[in-house]
């Protein structure tokens, strides 16, 4: 014997938590008890929560071109030095792909889709930190006809220590009119890796507006709607009951164009005269602090070109796609100092997500945890479509 002590338990809990993902998978192999505390729940939040784990902007960039999508998810540092273009890492890089879009992150978990193919598998959960990937099976619905709207939603029910996905699909009675003859709900429950339909409660006039990244918060998801009556609502899911409800929103007269998002613990409002103007454009920032009571917190009159928001950063700066050179930037509404991010998005039909992300040890998937990275990329492989072994060089995993 070497005479070595084990170190007390709350020092070797501080260590780990400094740690970032990516050394503590390697230091699971260390011994049984470092395997059992770094899959702990407790350790698992604590490490989520700590202050050293601080949030980066993840963008997903997808682009489309002679009738070919590829797609980059690309991570900055987290300190972004004003005026200069940060440098970029890329977690994953589909060269051809059938990737449709992104929802989150809830607890540093996403839901990506592909399109629907029949009753082919086109929902999945994926933690980039930990490069777990776990299809979802099938969600179904009694089809109705060709035309419906579909959205999703990622939540997690503090009740259970479940992560749900919520499926709301609606038919179009006219398309194109605002009228639905008939919505469906159903709730992916991670734990039973299964579907349950609802009896829904969600009018059939109602419109949800998309969110600034996942508006999920406290047990609830949240979204902007409207409807007929032209009264902007607040609708909310309650992941643990699984009910829906409604609150009024903020009512601002001279608002014509309204996003839902979170800015830090809050609830909050992103909204606009004439959103996209050069120059002249005035976003404001409100607040839910508890229901029904609104503060504004913050107002930014961009000084730059035609634009569109993407996002926001550090509570008060605000991401944007340029309209005329189709880069993202980063405005500081202090300095009015504009930081180019270094992407170049498609013009066309492409599409960019902007996600304020954490790193994140939470587990989606079962049995054996240690099948390794090669495991990771076969299954997203096998997911999107991508004949990898004949073509190898379409998937890059860094």
């Known amino acids: ?34 395997y059992a505390l770094i899959k702990s729940p407790s350790f698992i939040e604590k490490h989520f929560h700590y202050k050293n784990n601080r949030a980066r902007l993840l963008i997903c960039n997808l682009t489309i071109s002679n009738l070919s999508k590829s797609v980059a998810f690309c991570l900055l540092p ?34 990506v889709q592909k399109p629907f193919y029949d009753d082919d598998v086109c929902l999945a959960l994926w933690n980039p930190s930990t490069r777990e990937f776990w299809p979802l099976p099938p969600v179904s619905f009694e089809l109705q006809s060709e035309d419906y709207d579909e959205q999703f939603a990622l939540g997690y029910d503090p009740s259970t220590r479940d992560y749900k996905v919520v499926c709301i699909r609606r038919f179009w009675d006219n398309f194109g009119q605002g009228a639905f003859t008939r919505v469906f709900v159903s709730v992916y429950s991670l734990r039973n890796n299964s579907w349950k339909n609802l009896r829904s409660e969600f009018p059939s006039c109602c419109h949800l507006n998309e ?30 009951s699984e009910q829906f409800g409604e609150m009024h929103a903020l009512d601002i007269p001279k608002a014509r164009w309204g996003a839902l998002m979170l800015r830090g613990d809050s ?83 492409g599409q960019c997500w902007v996600f304020n992300y954490k790193e994140s040890l939470v587990p989606i998937t079962r049995g054996n945890d240690n099948l390794g990275q090669d495991n990771a990329v076969k299954k997203i492989d096998h997911f999107f479509n991508i004949d990898y072994e004949e073509d190898p060089g379409l998937l890059v995993v860094i």
């Open 267 to 349: 609830l909050a409002l992103l909204v606009c005269d004439q959103p996209g103007k050069a120059m002249t454009s005035i976003y404001e920032v409100w607040v839910m602090k508890q229901e029904g009571s609104w503060t504004k917190v913050l107002t930014v009159q961009p000084l730059i070109d035609a634009h569109w928001p993407r996002g926001i950063w550090e509570d008060d700066k605000m991401i944007f796609k340029i309209t005329e050179t189709s880069q993202l930037v980063l405005y500081d509404p202090t300095t009015r100092e504009v930081t180019e991010l270094g992407f170049q998005l498609d013009r066309t039909w």
């Open 78 to 111: 987290g300190k972004i030095v004003p005026g200069v273009t940060p440098e970029q890492k890329t977690l994953y890089q589909f060269q051809r792909t059938d990737f449709m879009s992104i929802t989150g992150p809830v607890d540093g978990l996403f839901l």
């Open 1 to 34: 014997m070497d005479g070595s002590r084990p170190l007390p338990e709350d020092l070797l809990v501080e260590i780990l938590l400094r740690l970032p993902v990516e050394s503590l998978l390697r230091f699971k192999c260390v011994s049984k008890h470092w």
């Open 211 to 240: 969110t600034i990244g996942a508006t999920y918060l406290n047990g609830v998801y949240y979204w902007l709607s409207g409807g007929l009556d032209k009264i902007c609502r607040i609708r909310s899911f309650d992941m643990a």
